[in-house]
């Protein structure tokens, strides 16, 4: 079955640390790819997507995301953690096979600790 | 300048009524859906209608009627309000010719 998966329901970081969110997708041909932010109380914002090319995607706030075919992953990083990046993440898909329905993971929530 | 906008940002309404969420998009794109956002932060897509026609339909309960009078807005009434029918519910648009979608700030409905 297609699925999105997103195996860490929370993590905490201290403030200036690394971080990487792991996302994980079960689909016959690779999807689209999307990571989305949800800060508390607000709506869904883009951060970065992945469509072809360059399997090493930068987007916004200083995360980057790194597609890997063979592990059906799609990890996003950030090289130094600031704590107003306390928030939920999401990882999304969309099939590439036609439509725009747009998938989710359970998401992640991140703490940041100061 | 708000590029996906919902109103109302809050409902709470009791047990039974029949209530209405709009959703206006100005980013010119074809494509409109309604997330359903639950306490566990699910989100689940319920409806998609491009250039006004419904397109995607979840298992949702027939209370639930989306409409969309032009491409620039979705609307989501509800009949018969349910005290499970309590979640948040987000508005998105996508352009046919790229499929990130964009989100409004949600409405959080509150059934008591």
């Known amino acids: 079955a297609q699925s999105v998966t997103q195996p860490d329901i929370h993590i905490t970081v201290s403030e200036g640390a690394s971080l990487e969110l792991r996302c994980n997708y079960s689909y016959g041909a690779t999807p689209y790819l999307f990571w989305y932010v949800q800060s508390p109380g607000q709506g869904l914002q883009l951060l970065l997507k992945?469509?072809?090319?360059?399997?090493l995607v930068q987007g916004i706030k200083g995360f980057e995301a790194e597609f890997k075919r063979s592990q059906s992953s799609f990890n996003l990083r950030k090289p130094s953690v600031h704590w107003s990046d306390a928030a939920e993440y999401f990882c999304?898909?969309?099939?590439?096979?036609?439509?725009?329905?747009?998938?989710f993971g359970t998401g992640t929530q991140l703490k940041v600790e100061l | 300048d708000t590029a996906v906008s919902q109103t109302p940002k809050y409902l709470v309404t009791q047990m039974g009524n029949d209530k209405s969420i709009k959703c206006e998009q100005n980013l010119g794109h074809d494509t409109m859906y309604w997330y359903k956002q639950d306490s566990k932060k699910f989100l689940k897509i319920m409806f998609s209608?491009?250039?006004?026609?419904?397109?995607i339909n979840e298992t949702v309960p027939n209370r639930f009627s989306p409409k969309s009078p032009d491409k620039a807005h979705l609307n989501l009434h509800i009949n018969s309000l349910e005290l499970g029918d309590s979640a948040v519910y987000f508005c998105?648009?996508?352009?046919?010719?790229?499929?990130?979608?964009?989100f409004g700030q949600g409405t959080r409905l509150t059934v008591v």
């Open positions: 999304a898909v969309v099939p590439t096979g036609g439509g725009n329905k747009l998938t």
């Open positions: 992945y469509f072809s090319g360059d399997t």
């Open positions: 998105a648009s996508s352009s046919n010719t790229a499929p990130e979608a964009f």
């Open positions: 209608y491009n250039n006004k026609e419904l397109i």
